[in-house]
């Protein structure tokens, strides 16, 4: 799955908003399931993210060849 910087930080104020919301009841319950199910989907694509930028800078860093002659 590929998201971008932007998306994540979208899903990111998302969250942030949800976490303000009062709620009561019932409600409250079903919220708090959302917020930790979008809370690892973040965390998750943040991750991954990182580690695809990591893998992707590491292919391409270049090691010179010693030729001995």
């Not at 303000?20 to 959302?34: H, Q, V, Y």
């Not at 991750?47 to 893998?55: G, M, V």
Request: aromatic share 4%.
């Amino acid at each position: 799955m590929n998201i971008t910087r932007e998306q994540l930080e979208q899903l990111a104020r998302i969250y942030n908003t949800l976490m303000n919301i009062s709620t009561k009841g019932e409600d409250t319950f079903i919220m708090a399931d959302c917020l930790r199910a979008m809370e690892k989907v973040v965390t998750d694509i943040d991750k991954a993210a990182s580690e695809s930028n990591k893998a992707a800078s590491d292919s391409t860093t270049f090691t010179p060849e010693v030729v001995e002659e």
